[in-house]
């Protein structure tokens, strides 16, 4: 199917190659519009979380500090790419000193199931490496995290970055490292049990531990009305 919108609906299309050739089949110029240009240039499409698909999904580039760890599994729609970079953009503004971003699995190139994942299937799901003390930039080795080395905060300004500008819906996260967070934000940074409540789950919510001990993950959903950002452990 196309996302566009019929100008006889008064609907203003940008100039774009892409739109060019959708108009012209709509002036009955040419018959439809040719697959390799549905390929280039449609606007890329989530559809579903859970048995979901990804149509015309976009790689995400390497970019200075900001990279991902497998090509094949590197596709997303461009919401979730600007939204990571712009939460480490805000990370760098904080804190510049520290690890790049690491980003791992997001989807397949057209979505679908992706064992042994449950999501990542519609390409608004990525899962990141968590912020560690003492590692430096373009190091991508593996590192185990925990409450002694966790960077917590360069993790803090990520996650409160997608929290106030509401660019991601959920980022799933160990209940043992929102502890570690919870700790950080009212003992270091002062904040209120009610500042809290809306940003993390724990110790408000579900407290299972997950298989996220490793990682992190993000989640964004390509809808205007998006909830606010929120640290869930499931």
């Known amino acids: 199917f196309l996302l566009v919108a019929s100008p006889a609906l008064g609907v203003k299309t940008p100039v774009h190659p892409y739109w060019k050739v959708v108009q012209a ?13 549905l390929v280039e240039y449609h606007p890329p499409a989530a559809v ?25 599994s590197s596709w997303a729609v461009p919401e ?3 939204a990571l970079r712009s939460a480490h953009a805000a990370v760098q503004r904080a804190h510049p000193r520290g690890q790049d971003l690491s980003i791992g699995d997001m989807s397949l190139r057209r979505g679908g199931r992706y064992p042994p994942h449950r999501t990542h299937q519609a390409g608004i799901d990525a899962d990141m490496r968590y912020y560690i003390e003492g590692v430096l930039p373009d190091d991508r080795e593996r590192y185990p995290v925990g409450p002694d080395n966790m960077d917590l905060p360069r993790q803090w300004a990520f996650v409160h970055h997608l929290y106030v500008t509401g660019l991601a819906e959920l980022i799933y996260m160990d209940v043992r490292h929102q502890k570690t967070l919870y700790k950080y934000a009212t003992k270091t ?12 789950s724990h110790p408000f919510g579900q407290r299972r531990k997950t298989a996220l001990v ?21």
């Not at 089949?25 to 240009?37: L, R, Y």
């Not at 859970?50 to 990279?67: E, H, Y």
């Not at 490793?214 to 499931?234: C, F, G, I, W, Y």
Request: glycine share 6%; net charge positive; no cysteine.
């Open 25 to 37: 089949v709509w002036a009955g110029v040419i018959e439809q519009v040719p697959t390799d240009w």
């Open 48 to 72: 579903g979380r859970i048995d979901g698909t990804l149509l015309f999904g976009r790689a995400m580039i390497d970019t200075p500090r900001v990279w991902t760890r497998h090509s094949h």
């Open 80 to 82: 979730l790419m600007y």
């Open 189 to 200: 940074l002062g904040m209120t049990t009610e500042e809290l409540r809306p940003i993390i």
């Open 214 to 234: 490793r990682h992190a993950h993000v989640q964004v959903v390509v809808v205007p009305d998006r909830k606010s950002t929120r640290l869930n452990s499931s």
